[in-house]
C-alpha cells in the first residue's frame, strides 16, 4: 500500500506509554511537521509548548480535570460517563505519557481552529510514522483558562488555546479502530 495511506490507516490513539525518552530532536522535528501544515493565509501563526514532567503533566491533568468537571456538571444534560471516569482519582488525562504536546495560536491567525487541529494531525500521523504514540486530549481544553498552566509555559495572554496531544513509545499494541462506511452525499458528474 502507499507507504502515506499505510501510516494514515494504521494510526491509533494510544493510551499506553513506556517511560522511555522521547529525544529532543524527535519532538522538535514533530513541531516542524506540525507546523508546516496549512494554515489560513499563510499567516504561521501557530506556537507550541512541550511538557516533559510527570508532576507538572499530573497536575495539569488533575486541573483540566476540575475544570470539566466543573462544567459538566453545569450543564442540564450532564454526560455521566464523563463525570464517572474524570471523578476517578487515578485517570490521568494524559495517559501517564513521557511528553505532552500543547498547540496555541496567536493573534494573527485566522482561522485558529482549522489551523491548530491540521497541526495536530500532521504530529500525530509524523509521530506514528516514527513508531511513537499520540492521543488527541480533548479533555485537557479547560488548561487554555488555566492561569498557572499558561503562566508555566510562557504563553501570552492573547493566544489561544487549541490542541493537547500526548507523546510517547507505545507500552503495548493498540488495534486499529474500524471506521463505518464513508458516507458520501452528493456527487454531481
Ligand atoms: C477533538 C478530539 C478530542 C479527543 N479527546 C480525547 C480525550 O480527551 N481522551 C481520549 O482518550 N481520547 C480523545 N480523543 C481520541 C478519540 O477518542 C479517538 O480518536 C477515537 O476514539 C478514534 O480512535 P483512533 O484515534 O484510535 O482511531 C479525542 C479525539 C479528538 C479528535
Request: charged share 25%; with cysteine; proline share 6%.
Amino acid at each position: 500500500m502507499n507507504p502515506v495511506l499505510e501510516n494514515i490507516n494504521t494510526r491509533v490513539s494510544v493510551r499506553e506509554y513506556t517511560q522511555e525518552k522521547v529525544p529532543e530532536e524527535t519532538v522538535r522535528e514533530l513541531l516542524k511537521a506540525g507546523f508546516r501544515g496549512p494554515n489560513a493565509m499563510n499567516r504561521q501563526a501557530l506556537a507550541f509548548a512541550v511538557v516533559e514532567n510527570k508532576e507538572k503533566a499530573k497536575e495539569y491533568s488533575d486541573r483540566a480535570k476540575d475544570l470539566r468537571l466543573d462544567g459538566e456538571k453545569m450543564k442540564c444534560d450532564p454526560n455521566q460517563h464523563v463525570i464517572d471516569m474524570l471523578s476517578r482519582e487515578d485517570y490521568n488525562i494524559f495517559f501517564n505519557s513521557p511528553i505532552q504536546i500543547f498547540i496555541f495560536a496567536s493573534p494573527e491567525a485566522v482561522e485558529p481552529v482549522e489551523d491548530g487541529s491540521i497541526a495536530a494531525e500532521n504530529i500525530m500521523l509524523a509521530a506514528h510514522s516514527m513508531g511513537l504514540g499520540t492521543c488527541y486530549v480533548g479533555f485537557a481544553q479547560g488548561l487554555g483558562r488555566d492561569t498557572v498552566f499558561r503562566k508555566d509555559l510562557g504563553v501570552p495572554d492573547d493566544y489561544t488555546y487549541l490542541a493537547a496531544i500526548t507523546l510517547g513509545r507505545p507500552s503495548g499494541n493498540t488495534p486499529v479502530k474500524p471506521r463505518k462506511e464513508v458516507p458520501v452525499l452528493g456527487w454531481i458528474r
